[in-house]
């Protein structure tokens, strides 16, 4: 059963809402205020977010920019609901991150659609990724490098699953703790760098000399075997 999260201010709306996605099967949590939004998405960890733009207290473009600035919650749908109608507002809205953009007044039906679209697009992540000569194998939990078996402890795979699914990101290593060890863990930020050290001794021609995954000075890590930065190896 998936999960909604609609934050709407509109109380009536909101009832609305609520009453038509749970008789379609889903189920609903959220808000009628803008204030800790973030929050209340990690904490709720839905399938998809229906935001208002115009909130009471806060601007849903700026909570649209948060949730896509989060790695753990990069990933999730976000459906605009706003009476702003204008092109421009439409372009700014689907640049900031956000799936698809409803303008009100709109039928609930067509919403229902669009949500369902969403989750069709989204419902089977490919099982396979490929890059720099590795393939990486979600539903064996395998990985080869340049056609050869390449042992890894689950961690490891992980780590790099999570980093080549996001080729060109960089990310800091906080964002990596969270989204590859969760928030259950007893462990420190050094941990990032010991496996990324090893990680690279198993996928690098020359570690030391890394050409696949990068430290970016000052912020983190990322997998782009495409690029060199100018950026020392930590």
């Known amino acids: 059963m998936k999960k909604i999260l609609l934050i709407e201010d509109d109380a009536d709306l909101y009832a609305l809402l609520q009453y038509n996605l749970e008789k379609e099967g889903f189920t609903l949590v959220g ?8 929050d209340l998405v990690r904490s709720s960890q839905p399938d998809l977010i229906l935001l208002d733009i115009m909130l009471p207290d806060s601007d849903g473009l700026d909570i649209c920019k948060s949730i896509r600035a989060c790695a753990e919650l990069a990933h999730i749908p976000i459906i605009f609901l706003t009476a702003r109608a204008s092109e421009t507002d439409r372009i700014v809205g689907l640049e900031l ?6 303008v009100k007044p709109f039928f609930v039906r067509e919403l229902i659609a669009r949500v369902k679209l969403q989750f069709r697009l989204h419902s089977e992540p490919p099982s396979s990724v490929r ?20 042992a890894l402890t689950a961690t490891e795979f992980r780590l790099l699953d999570f980093l080549m699914s996001r080729q060109g990101v960089v990310f800091s290593r ?25 990680l690279r001794q198993k996928i690098e021609a020359d570690p030391s000399n890394p050409r696949m995954i ?6 983190g890590y990322t997998f782009d075997p495409r690029t060199v930065p100018q950026a020392v190896s930590a």
Do not use: M
Request: some cysteine.
């Open 31 to 38: 808000s009628q205020t803008g204030r800790g939004a973030v």
């Open 97 to 102: 991150g956000a799936n698809d953009y409803v």
């Open 131 to 150: 890059s720099g000569g590795i393939e990486l194998d979600r539903n064996s939990c395998r990985v080869l490098l340049h056609g050869k078996p390449l």
């Open 174 to 198: 906080d964002q990596l703790l969270n989204s590859v060890w969760g928030n259950d863990r007893a462990v420190t930020d050094r941990a990032v760098d010991v496996y990324i050290l090893r």
């Open 214 to 219: 990068h430290s970016v000075r000052g912020f």
